[in-house]
Nanobody, 121 residues
Framework: QVQLVESGGGLVQAGGSLRLSCAASGRTFGIYAMGWFRQAPGKEREFVATTSRIGTTTYADSVKGRFTISRDNAKNTVYLQMNSLKPEDTAVYYC???????????????WGQGTQVTVSS
């Protein structure tokens, strides 16, 4: 089993920044990709960004150039630096861990509890 604990959400004004963290513990040796997804009220969970054990990254078009994902393998922690935030970025952000490289939520085996990000206009 893998446990994921997110932190760093909050309330910020449009144009501001937040940094999310997700720490993994347990049987982490099997994790290849760690990613961030988000879910707004009434919407499905959507892909934001993911990074692999070897540093490969990919982003949703909606966040390219504004968000940066990074990973510290020694600490089993992944970060999401979010800049130039917009009201439409408001959602619960979830960290996920997968044994494969994928941007599909269904490919992620483990999830954190989620952290709320609210961007006011």
């Amino acid at each position: 089993q893998v446990q994921l604990v997110e932190s760093g959400g909050g309330l910020v004004q449009a144009g501001g920044s937040l940094r999310l963290s997700c720490a993994a513990s347990g049987r982490t040796f099997g994790i290849y990709a760690m990613g961030w997804f988000r879910q707004a009220p009434g919407k499905e969970r959507e892909f934001v960004a993911t990074t692999s054990r070897i540093g490969t990254t990919t982003y949703a078009d909606s966040v390219k150039g504004r968000f940066t994902i990074s990973r510290d393998n020694a600490k089993n922690t992944v970060y999401l630096q979010m800049n130039s935030l917009k009201p439409e970025d408001t959602a619960v952000y979830y960290c996920g861990a997968s044994s494969t490289w994928s941007a599909r939520p269904t490919s992620y085996d483990y999830w954190g509890q989620g952290t709320q990000v609210t961007v006011s206009s």
